[in-house]
Every structure is written in structure tokens, then in C-alpha cells.
């Protein structure tokens, strides 16, 4: 069945670094992929999408490219803030439309 | 527009009882789906309505089942509540389905069973 595999957190930078948080994904057919974002203290909402290969979501200054050849919807941001602590989460469509399959969050820490 | 709307908050049950908690979705949306997240487990799927049918449903014991109304507000309910129930609810609503389109998230109902 279909599946999610992301890095381990927690994932510890200083701000202005440069991150990437892996997303890795086995899949039948043409899932689409999500990144959602959980801040602290608030509910879970989409960070940005791609509905199929080659597409690039973007949002907030955060980027995800869907990688059919290397199965992979890795986030990466050129230079984190103190507000971009959360928890990440990666998703993909199931067979259907009618459910999400989530890796299990990759929580983010900023230092100043 | 009002958001994503889960009650009660916070919830403390004992082992045995069972619980219900409703979840409001947003105005015009059809698709409600309910989630179990846990610090171990991270988020898992309990199942999904679009008006009034169950289309979808997680691997979760019979003990946990749900409904949705006419109105699109939905309930889950959980039966002889186990200490490993404990984990916040989330349900999230969407006008065609989980898949297709961005999520709106309620904040939670927090489960604890003492």
C-alpha cells in the first residue's frame, strides 16, 4: 500500500541556515503530495502541494519539487526564522481522493 | 467565514466509558475526516464522510466509529475507551475529500483515559 517515510526530527538549526526535510513516498498511480505545517499551540494547516511530477509548491518562502524518478517531496527553505518552528508533516493521496496517508512529522527548532 | 470547530477541548474518561465528539466543519463543506494523533504513532486515519457516507476507513478497531449529519457536522465515538486511546482528535474538513484539495483543520479535541 501506499506510504510516507520522513526524516526523524527533532532537526535543530540556526536562523538563516538553510534546511531540507526529507520526504520519501511509495505509491501506486499518481498521488498528489502535501506538506502541512503544525506551529505551536495551532491546528494543522497546508503548507503547499503538488498534484503531479515535475510540479514545485510553493508558499511562505518554503518549496517541495514532486520527484516521480527518486519518489521523494523533499521541503526546503533558503533561510529559516525563529517563526518557522512547527512540526512538518508529508502526505500523500491514497487510491482515492477520500483519505491522506501522513509521515509521522518532522518537528523544526530554530535558534536565534 | 468561521473555521473548523471541535467540542469539547479536553476530555477525561476511565478506562470502560465511552465518548463522543462532534466536529462542526466549514460552511459548504461536505467532506469530514477524522484523525488520531499521538506522540508514537504521529497522525493516523480513523475514516472519512461526504454527505452522510462513510467513503473511506482507517485501521482502527470496531470500537471506533462515527457518523455525519445532514448538516455535515459529524461525531466519532469511541467505545470501552482503552489507556491507549489518549491522543488528541483532529478533524478536518474539505469540500470534495482529503486528496484532492487543502484541509482545514479544527483544533483538537484532547482524549485523556485515566
Known amino acids: 500500500g501506499n506510504s510516507v517515510t520522513q526524516m526523524e526530527g527533532p532537526v535543530t538549526l540556526s536562523e538563516e541556515a538553510f534546511l531540507t526535510i526529507n520526504c520519501t513516498y511509495t505509491?501506486?498511480?499518481?498521488?498528489?503530495l502535501f506538506w502541512y505545517v503544525q506551529y505551536p499551540g495551532e491546528g494543522l494547516q497546508l503548507l503547499l502541494k503538488a498534484t503531479k511530477a515535475d510540479d514545485k509548491g510553493s508558499n511562505k518562502g518554503f518549496e517541495a519539487t514532486y520527484r516521480k524518478e527518486t519518489t521523494s517531496f523533499h521541503l526546503e527553505k533558503g533561510s529559516v526564522q525563529v517563526s518557522d518552528s512547527a512540526v512538518y508533516f508529508c502526505a500523500l493521496s491514497g487510491d482515492s481522493n477520500y483519505q491522506l496517508i501522513w509521515g509521522a512529522g518532522t518537528k523544526l527548532i530554530i535558534k536565534p | 467565514k468561521a473555521g473548523v470547530t471541535q467540542t469539547p477541548r479536553y476530555l477525561i474518561k476511565t478506562r470502560g466509558q465511552q465518548v463522543t465528539l462532534s466536529c462542526s466543519p466549514i460552511s459548504g463543506h461536505r467532506s469530514v475526516s477524522w484523525y488520531q494523533q499521538t506522540p508514537g504513532q504521529g497522525l493516523q486515519f480513523l475514516f472519512e464522510y461526504f454527505s452522510e457516507t462513510q467513503r473511506n476507513k482507517g485501521n482502527f478497531p470496531g470500537r471506533f466509529s462515527g457518523r455525519q449529519f445532514s448538516n455535515s457536522r459529524s461525531e466519532m465515538n469511541v467505545s470501552t475507551l482503552e489507556l491507549g486511546d489518549s491522543a488528541l482528535y483532529l478533524c478536518?474538513?474539505?469540500?470534495?475529500?482529503?486528496?484532492?484539495?487543502?484541509?482545514?483543520f479544527g483544533s483538537g479535541t484532547q482524549l485523556s483515559v485515566l
Open positions: 505509491a501506486t498511480g499518481y498521488p498528489s
Open positions: 478536518a474538513s474539505s469540500t470534495t475529500g482529503p486528496g484532492g484539495e487543502k484541509l482545514f
